[in-house]
C-alpha cells in the first residue's frame, strides 16, 4: 500500500486544528529579521530538493530526440518540444493503459464504498455479538504485508484461472481496502446523533429507510474520502496487477506500462517522463486540492465529544 | 492507439464483475434473510445482514488465502512440482535460518539491511517532518505555498516518482551524479554498487515520506494552545526546553501512533526497494523484496509461504512490545 492510501487515518489521529494565538517559537515576541531570513532559506532549500525532481521528469519530457542523453540540468532544455508526448498518445498504448486503469478503478470504488458504507453502519448502530472481534481483526488486517498475500492470491488464481484477468483484481482491491474504509466510515458514523434516525422511524420510516435517507446523506463527505482512498489504492497498484495480470501489453493497467517504458531507460527516457507527466499532473491537482478537505473532514470523524 | 475493441473489451469485463458481486450480494441476502428474519427472528439479524457481504469477501480474500498459505508452507511447492506437492512438515521454517534465503544472502543479513532500512527511514522521516513543520508552524509571508511545494513528493504518485528516481541514480545522465560532480565530489555507483543502491533506495523513501509526516506533527502542533508555552516563558524555559518538555510531552498522543504505522509501512514497503533496485542486485534487498524474489524468481512457493510467515511474525512481535512499551493505541477502538 502506499503512504497516500494510509495517509488519512494518522492524519484523523492529529486532533481538531482550533484558532491559533500562538504558537511555538513564537510565544508573545516576533522573530528577529536574521532568524527570519534563515528560516524563509530553509525552507526554500526544502522547497527545492521536494520539487527539483518532479521538475526534472517535465524537463525531461521536454527534450528532443538527439538531446535526450544531455547532462542538462535546466528544466526547460534547448530545443523544447512535444514530440515525445506525442508518441506516448499516438504510437503506444498508453490510452489503453490508462483506460485500463480507470475502468478497473472506477469499479473498485463502487464495490468498496458500498460494501463499507452498510458494514460500517452494522458497525456504528449495532451492538452484535462478535463485533469487538471484528474490528480488532480489520485492524490487524492492515499489518498484513502485501507481498505475503501475492503468494496465495496468485496460485489460487492460476487454479481458478483469473489470471489475465479483470474479475479477480477488481474484487481483491475492493476487499482489502475494506477494513479501513470501515474504520472511516464507523468513526465518522459515530458523529452523527441517533436522535435524527430515531425520529424518522417514530414519522413511520424503516431501519434501512433511516440508514439510506438520513445517515447517507450526511455522511457525504467521509463517503467521497472512501471513494477516494478505493480510488488511489487501485490505482497506485503495481504489485498485484503485476502478479495477476501478466504481460500482455494491452491488459496492462498504467504502472505496469510506465515500468516497461522506464526499463528501457536509454531509448525511451522522453517517452517514460511525457507518460508520467501525463498520469501525474492530475493525480497531483486533485491531491493539491482535497489535502486540506481530506484532513479536516476526517479530524471532524475522529474527534469524539 | 486505443481501439473500441480495447474499450469494451475491458469494460465489459469490469462489468460483468460488478453484475458478479451484485448477484452474488442479492443471493446471499436472500438466504441470510431467509434464515435469520423469518426462520430464527434473530434480533440483530438486520446487523448481519448489513456485515455479510464485506466478511464473506474478507474471508474469502484475506482469511483463506492466509490459511492456505500456511498450508503451503508445509509443503515442498515449487513451480517443477506445481501440481503434486507433497508435505515436509515445517521444514521450511527451519530453511529460511539456516540455508541462504537467496542465492547469495541469508535470512539474517537481510533481517539486518530491513531493520537498518526502517530505522534510518523512520528517523529521518520523523526528523525532517518535524523541523518542516516547526518552521512552517508560525505566521509568516509564503506559508501556504511553501505547504503546498513541500506537500508536492507526497502528491506524485509513486510508482512513478520511484521510476523517475531510478532514472535519476543513473551513472552518467542521472542528476544526483551530475550535481555531485558540480559540487566537485566523484560520481557514485547508484545502481551497481550494494551499499550505494542501498543508499539510493533511502534517499528516494525519506523524500517520499518527508511530506506526510510534516503534515501530520503540523496539524498536532497547531492544535497545542499557546497558553503552555507562555507558562513556560514565565519559568524561564528556553526554546530546546520548551521543545522537549512542552512540545514533545503534547504531541505524544500523535506522534505514537505514527511512528508505529511509519515503521510498519516502512518495513512493508515494496515499491522503492523494488523499483530502485529493479530486480538486479540480491545484496541490497530488504525482506519484503526478497520474499518476492523467492516466490516469483526463484518459484520455491511452499519456502517462500514458511519465509512470509517469519516476515510477519516479526512485524507482530515489533508492534506487540512496541504497544505494550509505550501504551500506544488505547481508545483506538471502543
Redesign the interface.
Known amino acids: 500500500?502506499?503512504?497516500?492510501d494510509?495517509?488519512i487515518?494518522?492524519?484523523a489521529?492529529?486532533?481538531?486544528?482550533?484558532p491559533?494565538?500562538?504558537?511555538?517559537?513564537?510565544?508573545?515576541r516576533r522573530?528577529s529579521p536574521f532568524k527570519?531570513l534563515l528560516?524563509?532559506a530553509?525552507?526554500w532549500i526544502?522547497?527545492l530538493?521536494?520539487?527539483?525532481?518532479?521538475l526534472?521528469?517535465l524537463s525531461?519530457s521536454l527534450r528532443p530526440g538527439n538531446r535526450l542523453?544531455?547532462?542538462d540540468?535546466a528544466i526547460i532544455p534547448a530545443n523544447a518540444t512535444l514530440e515525445s508526448y506525442r508518441i506516448v498518445l499516438?504510437?503506444?498504448?498508453?490510452?489503453?493503459w490508462i483506460?485500463?486503469s480507470l475502468?478497473?478503478t472506477?469499479?473498485t470504488a463502487?464495490?468498496g464504498v458500498i460494501?463499507?458504507a452498510?458494514?460500517a453502519?452494522?458497525?456504528s448502530?449495532?451492538r452484535?455479538?462478535g463485533r469487538?472481534p471484528?474490528?480488532?481483526f480489520l485492524?490487524t488486517?492492515?499489518?498484513?504485508?502485501?507481498?505475503?498475500?501475492?503468494?496465495?492470491?496468485?496460485?489460487?488464481a492460476v487454479q481458478l484461472n483469473l489470471v489475465a484477468?479483470?474479475?479477480g483484481l477488481?474484487?481483491?482491491y475492493?476487499?482489502?481496502a475494506?477494513?479501513f474504509s470501515?474504520w472511516i466510515l464507523k468513526g465518522y458514523y459515530d458523529t452523527i446523533p441517533i436522535d435524527l434516525e430515531e425520529a424518522a422511524r417514530i414519522d413511520g420510516c424503516s431501519?434501512?429507510e433511516a440508514f439510506l435517507r438520513i445517515l447517507m446523506p450526511l455522511s457525504t463527505p467521509a463517503l467521497a474520502i472512501v471513494f477516494l482512498f478505493n480510488f488511489t489504492t487501485a490505482?497506485?497498484d503495481?504489485?498485484l496487477a503485476r502478479?495477476i495480470l501478466g504481460s500482455k501489453e494491452?491488459l496492462l493497467t498504467w504502472?505496469l506500462g510506465?515500468?516497461r517504458l522506464?526499463?528501457q531507460?536509454l531509448t525511451q527516457?522522453g517517452q517514460?517522463?511525457a507518460a508520467?507527466i501525463m498520469?501525474?499532473i492530475p493525480?497531483?491537482l486533485l491531491?493539491?486540492y482535497t489535502?486540506k478537505y481530506l484532513?479536516s473532514g476526517l479530524?471532524l470523524g475522529s474527534v469524539k465529544g | 492507439?486505443?481501439t473500441s475493441e480495447?474499450?469494451t473489451?475491458?469494460?465489459s469485463?469490469?462489468g460483468?464483475?460488478?453484475l458478479?458481486?451484485l448477484v452474488g450480494t442479492i443471493l446471499l441476502e436472500a438466504v441470510l434473510y431467509l434464515i435469520l428474519m423469518r426462520w430464527l427472528k434473530y434480533k440483530?439479524a438486520?446487523?448481519?445482514m448489513?456485515?455479510a457481504?464485506?466478511?464473506v469477501?474478507?474471508i474469502?480474500?484475506?482469511v483463506y488465502?492466509?490459511v492456505?498459505?500456511f498450508n503451503?508452507s508445509l509443503t515442498n511447492m515449487s513451480l517443477r512440482r506445481f501440481k503434486n506437492p507433497s508435505y515436509i512438515g515445517f521444514g521450511n521454517y527451519i530453511d529460511v535460518f539456516t540455508e541462504p534465503v537467496l542465492k547469495q544472502v541469508g535470512f539474517f543479513q537481510l533481517f539486518g539491511q530491513t531493520i537498518a532500512w526502517t530505522a534510518i527511514n523512520v528517523f529521518f522521516h520523523v526528523t525532517f517532518g518535524m523541523i518542516?513543520a516547526?518552521?512552517?508552524?508560525?505566521?509568516?509571508r509564503?506559508r501556504g505555498i511553501?505547504r503546498?511545494?513541500?506537500?508536492?513528493?507526497?502528491?506524485?504518485?509513486?510508482?512513478?516518482?520511484v521510476?523517475?528516481?531510478?532514472?535519476?541514480f543513473?551513472y552518467?545522465?542521472g542528476?544526483v551524479n551530475?550535481?555531485l560532480q558540480k559540487i566537485g565530489i566523484a560520481p557514485v555507483q547508484w545502481l551497481s554498487e550494494p551499499v550505494a543502491n542501498f543508499a539510493a533506495m533511502c534517499i528516494t523513501n525519506i523524500?517520499?515520506?518527508?511530506?506526510?509526516m510534516m503534515?501530520?506533527l503540523l496539524?498536532?502542533?497547531?492544535?497545542?494552545?499557546?497558553?503552555y508555552?507562555?507558562a513556560a516563558?514565565i519559568d524561564g524555559a528556553n526554546?530546546w526546553q520548551?521543545?522537549w518538555q512542552v512540545?514533545m510531552p503534547l504531541i505524544r498522543?500523535?506522534l505514537t501512533?505514527?511512528v508505529i504505522?511509519g515503521t510498519?509501512?516502512t518495513?512493508?514497503n515494496?515499491?522503492v526497494p523494488f523499483?530502485i533496485n529493479?530486480n538486479e542486485l540480491e545484496t541490497s534487498d530488504i525482506l519484503?523484496?526478497a520474499?518476492?524474489r523467492a516466490?516469483?524468481q526463484y518459484n520455491q512457493?511452499g519456502f517462500?509461504?514458511a519465509f512470509?510467515?517469519i516476515?510477519?511474525g516479526v512485524?507482530?512481535a515489533y508492534?506487540l512490545i512496541y504497544l505494550r512499551l509505550f501504551g500506544g493505541l488505547k481508545g483506538?477502538?471502543e
Open positions: 500500500m502506499s503512504q497516500t494510509l495517509s487515518n494518522t492524519a489521529t492529529a486532533g481538531q486544528v482550533k491559533r494565538r500562538h504558537s511555538f517559537f513564537y510565544a508573545g522573530d527570519r528560516i524563509h530553509a525552507l526544502a522547497c530538493i521536494a520539487v527539483y525532481p518532479v526534472r521528469i525531461v542523453l544531455s547532462t540540468l499516438f504510437e503506444k498504448p498508453f490510452l489503453t483506460w485500463n475502468s478497473i472506477v469499479a463502487l464495490i460494501l463499507a452498510t458494514s453502519y452494522a458497525v448502530r449495532h452484535f455479538p469487538s471484528m474490528l480488532v485492524l488486517t492492515q499489518m498484513i504485508p502485501s507481498s505475503m498475500l501475492i503468494i496465495p492470491l496468485y496460485i489460487l484477468t479483470y474479475r477488481v474484487i481483491a475492493a476487499v482489502t475494506v477494513p470501515i431501519e434501512i490505482w497506485n503495481y504489485l502478479v494491452e504502472p510506465l515500468q522506464q526499463a531507460f527516457w517514460f517522463s508520467s498520469v501525474a493525480v497531483m491531491f493539491l489535502s484532513i479530524t | 492507439m486505443i480495447v474499450i473489451k475491458s469494460l469485463e469490469v460483468t464483475t460488478v458478479f458481486v440483530y438486520l446487523a448481519f448489513l456485515i457481504p464485506a466478511v469477501g474478507l474469502a480474500l484475506v488465502p492466509l492456505w498459505e503451503l518542516l516547526l518552521l512552517l508552524n508560525r505566521e509568516m509564503g511553501y503546498m511545494f513541500l506537500i508536492v513528493p507526497w502528491a506524485v504518485p509513486q510508482v512513478i516518482a521510476l523517475a528516481w531510478r532514472g535519476e543513473h552518467e545522465l542528476f551530475i550535481v523524500w517520499l515520506g518527508i511530506p506526510f503534515v501530520v496539524g498536532a502542533l497547531q492544535s497545542i494552545s499557546g497558553e508555552y507562555e516563558e526554546s520548551k521543545f512540545t498522543p500523535v501512533p505514527v504505522l510498519v509501512w518495513f512493508n515494496f515499491n523499483f529493479q519484503v523484496t520474499l518476492f516466490a516469483f512457493y517462500s509461504a512470509a510467515f516476515n510477519f512485524l507482530l508492534s483506538a477502538y
